[in-house]
């Protein structure tokens, strides 16, 4: 069977969500076992990072409002606070850390077009959109009787 669903702006923004999420879990991920060496706990947070962030991805696919896009906001929201934490306050064990780092920079730009790009979803379309088939055939039949 042929997926007959348009391409428009609701799936450009879930595409380019997803993608984000995923490389904000990624950068974590990556950087998870030096920040263990580190500080333990600080490695436990990378890794959930990527952990929620790969769940969080899954649910932006899947239409899930609350625990896709609420998730990738936390997130993604979570890990541009503690950067910018950790680079005034500092956090229990670390000192101050610098601000300028490439991948830190990097990560704080995508994390930031995930909070944009979720909050113009959410603003847009403010039902939620499930992408399984039983809703596309029940939709598709109730405009056919319009």
């Known amino acids: 069977m042929v997926n007959k669903r348009k391409w428009g702006g609701q799936s450009f923004l879930v595409g380019a969500a997803i993608v984000r999420i995923l490389e904000t879990g990624l950068f974590h991920l990556v950087q998870g ?29 899947r239409g899930a409002k609350v625990w896709g896009w609420g998730l990738g906001l936390f997130v993604a929201g979570g890990a541009l606070l503690m950067y910018v934490l950790s680079r005034t306050v500092g956090l229990p064990g670390l000192d101050v850390q610098k601000w300028f780092e490439p991948i830190g920079i990097l990560s704080l730009v995508v994390e930031g077009l995930f909070v944009i790009l979720s909050i113009m979803y959410l603003k847009r379309y403010p039902k939620a959109q499930t992408l399984d088939a039983s809703s596309t055939i029940a939709q598709q039949s109730h405009q056919a009787t319009s």
């Open 33 to 61: 076992p030096g920040q263990s060496k580190e500080v333990p706990y600080l490695g436990v947070l990378f890794f959930l990072n990527a952990a929620g962030a790969a769940l969080a991805a899954m649910g932006i696919y």
